[in-house]
Structure formats: C-alpha cells, structure tokens
C-alpha cells in the first residue's frame, strides 16, 4: 500500500468522488474476489484484504458486501480490512445459478458493458439479446461487439440483422480482436476514468480482446476446438484492468449460465408488448384466440418467429425468477405478501 493517497490517484481507477475518508481510512477499488479474500487496488498497487466482521454475518443479503468495481474504505494493517462500501454508481447483477434465488453482483460502478460474441459458429442474436437483457436497470450502457471480424464472409448481414433486431442506438461494433487497428473503434469507451466490462460466453475472444487493449500478453488464452467454437475455460477469477487509454476493464469468467433477475422489464422487446395491447382481448395468450395481434404480426412476417420464441423464452424465465424472488422477500418479511413487481397483466377482456 503507498503512502499518500491523491484524487489524482484514484481518478485513474474510475473513482468520482470528492472527498477522501478521514480517520485514516484509505479508499481502494476491489478488483478481484478469491474465497480467500479481496484484492484491491488503490490507485498505485495491489494489494490483499478481509472484509470486516460485519460483512460476514450470516443473512446479510450478499449484494451487501465488496463486489468487484466497488469502491471501499479500507483500514490499514496487516492484513488491511475493508470497513465499508461507498455507494455505487450503477450495479451490473444476475441471478446466481442453483436453486435457491439469489441476485449475485457481477460487477459495480461500470459505464459499459461490452456484449462480446464471435462472429464464427458463436454467434447468436438471442444471446446477445439475453445478455441486453441483463445490462437493463444496472444504468451502465451495453455496446455490442463482435469479434472475429475476419472469419466471416457475411458479416455485414449479420450487423444488419442485429440493428434491425436490437434497440435503435445500441452501439454494434464488428472488430478483429488481434488486430489494434480494429479494436482502436471501442477507444470511446475506455476513456481515461471509465469502467467497462467485457460479458460473453467462453471462447468469444475476451482474453484476445483484453489482450489487445493492454497490449500485452497478459491473459491466458486458450485454442478453440473448432468442431463447437467453445474454447476452454481459461479465465479463473474477475479482474480489473487499467488500460493504457486511462480505462479500466474488468474482465469476467465465462458466465455460461446466465439468468435474468426478474426485475427486468424486457425494454429490447417493448414492439411486443405495444403489438400485443392490440390483441382483443386483454389476458389474450397469443395462441388460436380471435382478433391476436402477435400471431396476425407472425403471419404477415412483421415478427419473426425466432424473435417470438426468444422473448417468450425470456418472458418465462423472468417470471418464474420474479416469483422466486417474490417468496423470498415474503419469507423475509415474515409471510405477509408483497406487491409483485411482474404481476400478469389485467385479465379484462377489452372489447
Ligand atoms: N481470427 C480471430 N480469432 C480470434 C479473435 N478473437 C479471438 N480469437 C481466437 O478465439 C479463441 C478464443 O479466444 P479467447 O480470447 O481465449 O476467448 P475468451 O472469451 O477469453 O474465452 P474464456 O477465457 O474461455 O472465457 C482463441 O484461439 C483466439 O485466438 C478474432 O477477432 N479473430
Ligand atoms: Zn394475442
């Protein structure tokens, strides 16, 4: 740990603060978590730390405690403790894999969130359209990458195909990750004190992208097994990155099952949900009913079905995480219901 700390210092890891911590608290950014502790940086170094007592009382809703991208005050000593969390900017969450519902923090105080999938046998709108999904409510940005610019014939079609499908002003970038000349487009998005997170599944050329950006060899990458496209998971723990622009970067593991929260409002497919209030009757299930406006949409090639299937896809798996995560702010309040946020709309008929 140095000694004196600066605004000066901490503007370079993404800090917007004004006033630094008295009582000789040092303030750091948490840019790792392992099982064994936090790894923070305070504008000059790393550095290793524990969370104190209280972060670790049980009940204590996780996304209470240090997430990386956090800001902490920390009190020196050895080892250094981290006494608390300064409130964040925006927070990047999803829910945890398993059975139980739980919203997990991914990452906090981050400006964009950079969607990274290859355009080779990897790409797949509705993945993209689920991680769009994720970054909704978290007030970080999400700009759409696509890597493997030159292993695609077609990949202005494909462009084409994600700007008609993906919300007017989603920012889509096709880019090489191997090559700097490519990658120099995301600059707008590393400048100095912005945080970006680079999401997307294993093999989609985070490490190579991240690489690039450094320019270094930092991170481990991993040869693709070309029959699948899906490379070895080589990414073991999130890491935050200064980068030479003045950015930070957090890099996360594969993320390979991603659920919604269930706070989400599906904003990507609002076109639905407008063609829907177009139904007859209002608790229409868009199925053989008279008068659907969907399946009318479905029919004249208005919505395409793969689009359709996606957002029920999504609509389901929100729903039922939205009812999980209701009975568990029941059990949490002692029984007494709560106001859903998702409630089915009315059932009314609307003729
Ligand atoms: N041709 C080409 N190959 C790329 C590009 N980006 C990544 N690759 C290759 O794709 C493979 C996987 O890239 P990685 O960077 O390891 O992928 P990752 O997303 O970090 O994967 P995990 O660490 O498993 O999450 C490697 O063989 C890279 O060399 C690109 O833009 N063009
Ligand atoms: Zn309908």
């Not at 250094?80 to 919203?103: D, K």
């Not at 355009?119 to 978290?138: C, V």
């Not at 462009?159 to 919300?167: F, G, S, W, Y």
Request: proline letters at 5%; hydrophobic letters at 35%.
């Amino acid at each position: 740990m140095s000694d004196a700390q600066t605004i000066e210092q901490l503007r370079h890891i993404g800090w917007r603060g004004d006033a630094l911590p008295a009582d000789g608290r040092r303030l750091a950014r948490v840019v790792a978590q392992h099982r064994a502790g936090y790894e923070l940086h305070d504008g000059v170094d790393t550095f290793g730390a524990q969370p104190a007592g209280h972060f670790l009382k049980r009940g204590l809703d996780p996304a209470e405690r240090p997430a990386v991208g956090d800001f902490v005050e920390v009190e020196p000593g050895k080892p250094p403790h981290i006494l608390a969390v300064q409130a964040r900017r925006t927070v990047l969450s999803r829910a945890a894999a398993g059975e139980r519902y739980e919203r997990q923090v991914i990452a906090t105080n981050i400006d964009y969130v950079l969607v990274l999938t290859g355009l080779d046998g990897d790409f797949n709108p509705a993945r993209i359209e689920r991680y769009l999904s994720l970054t909704e409510g978290s007030g970080a940005q999400p700009v759409v990458i696509l890597s493997k610019l030159d292993q695609r014939e077609d990949a202005e079609a494909c462009v084409a195909d994600l700007r008609v499908r993906l919300p007017v002003g989603t920012p889509i970038h096709a880019i090489n990750g191997k090559d700097p000349a490519s990658v120099a487009v995301l600059a707008a998005y590393l400048k100095p004190g912005d945080s970006a997170v680079l999401v997307g599944s294993s093999g989609a050329g985070k490490s190579t992208l991240t690489n690039t950006l450094l320019g270094t060899e930092r991170m481990a990458t991993s040869a693709v097994r070309s029959h699948d496209s899906r490379g070895r998971h080589t990414t073991t723990h999130r890491a935050l990155l200064q980068l030479p622009s003045g950015g930070c970067l957090i890099d996360t593991p594969g993320m390979r099952e991603l659920k919604l929260t269930g706070e989400e409002n599906l904003d990507l497919f609002a076109d639905i949900d407008a063609l829907a209030e177009n139904c007859r009757f209002a608790d229409c299930g868009h199925g053989s009913e008279p008068g659907c406006a969907v399946q009318e949409a479905l029919h004249d090639g208005e919505l395409s079905a793969e689009r359709w299937r996606n957002y029920l896809k999504l609509r389901d798996e929100r729903e039922e995480q939205a009812n999980m995560l209701e009975s568990r702010l029941r059990r949490q309040r002692g029984g007494r219901p709560v106001v859903k946020t998702h409630g089915p709309r009315g059932s009314r008929e609307r003729e």
